[in-house]
């Protein structure tokens, strides 16, 4: 207790109090003051109060900041004050401002700008479909405000996007298929058929079947409809017309052969119809195919079944010289 009171009486020495406050004001002095930024200039402080059972031995400026400080005296934790003043460097405070409302406004101006209803639900439709961001933020960029309404929700658009993804056709491409006219444009020479504006090449075989259905549903013959034949009678008639595709066009000499001896036959039909389903559905998707394949209905005097092309006339372009 009397060495308390001794330290107690010493810290309230002005002599020991001044010796203390110059010792730690040199201290502080030797502190440097940096950054790339340096906003303050220089600081100054002043011991106001060695410890918290002294006396405060200088008058602070009640505009100073006032800092206390714990220190450990003995076994126990003590209490110093210190005011702190600091002279602020204007001209780097102004232009450290300057610079920082300045790239404000940079980071702003590369901010994308808001999107519109069409281009979000474009986005929206695009993202539900597993494109890519960087692929649908090439899309929002290079649409228009005349093609964007005819890009949402449209599935040929969003068929066409997959291909884009797999670097198949680009962007522009994308954007005719999504415009293009509902037509079925056959080419004979190439056995390919391009659907809304989507290039297929088929078979050969199950080409010239669907180009022959595609040429009696064209030229209205009985309104596109071919009847089946019976199982145990081939039709050789009708098969004449598919003679000719094939022999002008490239067919296989074993498919043309058989057509010869045989006629049509219920059991080909069949085969060809199904691989035409096949192929134009892994193309299109089992929806967008489906205007581009069969219709079927049952012959009411045989009971047999007739097919027909869904395409209305109008929409099928045969381009038979067309490689």
């Known amino acids: 207790n009397r060495l308390a009171e001794a330290l107690q009486y010493s810290f309230a020495d002005r002599e020991v109090f001044a010796h203390v406050d110059q010792q730690i004001s040199n201290d502080l002095a030797l502190i440097q003051i940096d950054g790339l930024l340096p906003v303050l200039e220089a600081c100054h402080t002043r011991l106001i109060r060695l410890s918290q059972h002294a006396p405060v031995s200088v008058n602070a400026d009640k505009s100073y900041r006032t800092i206390s400080v714990d220190w450990q005296r003995g076994n126990d934790l003590d209490q110093a004050e210190f005011t702190l003043d600091c002279q602020i460097n204007v001209p780097v405070l102004v232009g450290a401002n300057v610079v920082i409302a300045l790239l404000l406004m940079s980071a702003w101006w590369l901010l994308p700008a808001p999107l519109g209803a069409d281009q979000q639900k474009l986005n929206d439709d695009l993202h539900a479909n597993g494109i890519p961001p960087a692929v649908i933020q090439q899309v929002l960029q290079a649409s228009d405000p005349v093609q964007l309404p005819r890009l949402v929700g449209n599935p040929w658009f969003l ?23 509902p037509t079925a444009v056959f080419h004979h020479n190439s ?133």
């Open 191 to 323: 056995h390919r058929v391009v659907i809304h504006g989507i290039n297929i090449v088929l078979p050969k075989t199950p080409y010239f079947y669907y180009a022959w259905y595609a040429l009696q549903r064209k030229q209205n013959t009985l309104d596109g409809w071919i009847l089946n034949p019976a199982i145990d009678r081939p039709e050789r008639r009708q098969a004449s017309a598919l003679i000719a595709l094939m022999e002008n066009h490239g067919g296989h000499q074993k498919a043309i052969n058989d057509l010869r001896e045989h006629g049509l036959r219920s059991k080909i039909l069949d085969q060809n119809r199904n691989k035409i389903k096949e192929e134009l559905v892994s193309a299109l998707g089992e929806v967008l195919a489906s205007g581009f394949l069969f219709e079927t209905e049952r012959d009411s005097r045989s009971s047999r079944y007739r097919y027909r092309l869904c395409c209305p006339a109008a929409h099928i372009v045969l381009q038979s010289t067309t490689s």
């Open 159 to 181: 068929l066409a996007m997959r291909h884009v993804v797999r670097a198949e056709i680009d962007l522009d491409a994308a954007f005719a298929i999504a415009t293009s006219p």
